[in-house]
């Protein structure tokens, strides 16, 4: 079965820096897009950082662009989203996702099919 799990959440102050990891199971890693979606109490899942399955393509929210990086390791099945100047705004729930790659990268939620369980990231002022 298809397995996704994430690690590496915590908490941190404000300005600090988290390095997200998720590793998949059960699928051919390097066919799929991956990506990071985040969701606290109060807001809908939103995206965050998406990369195609060679790691060469990469898409960001405007809301983390330039303190957010994503990477992947595809000789781990492992896909990363190092974090950097975190701000209060980006406490959330943490997912990494996973779709067959196509012609484009996605941030819709909808269009991803296998998702992980989440890790908490919670930023202090």
């Known amino acids: 079965q298809v397995q996704l799990v994430e690690s590496g959440g915590g908490s941190v102050q404000a300005g600090g820096s988290v390095k997200l990891s998720c590793t998949v199971s059960?699928?051919?890693?390097?066919?799929?897009?991956m990506a990071w979606f985040r969701q606290d109490p109060g807001k809908e899942r939103e995206f965050v950082a998406a990369?195609?399955?060679?790691?060469?393509?990469?898409k960001y929210a405007d809301s983390v662009m330039g303190r957010f990086a994503i990477s992947r390791d595809n000789a781990k099945d492992t896909v990363y989203l190092q974090m950097n100047n975190l701000q209060p705004s980006d406490t959330a729930l943490y997912f990494c996702?996973?779709?067959?790659?196509?012609?484009?990268?996605?941030?819709?939620?909808?269009?991803?099919?296998?998702w992980g369980q989440g890790t908490q990231v919670t930023v202090s002022s």
């Open positions: 996702a996973a779709r067959k790659y196509g012609a484009r990268l996605s941030s819709e939620v909808d269009i991803y099919e296998y």
């Open positions: 059960g699928l051919n890693f390097a066919s799929y897009a």
């Open positions: 990369t195609s399955g060679s790691g060469s393509a990469k």
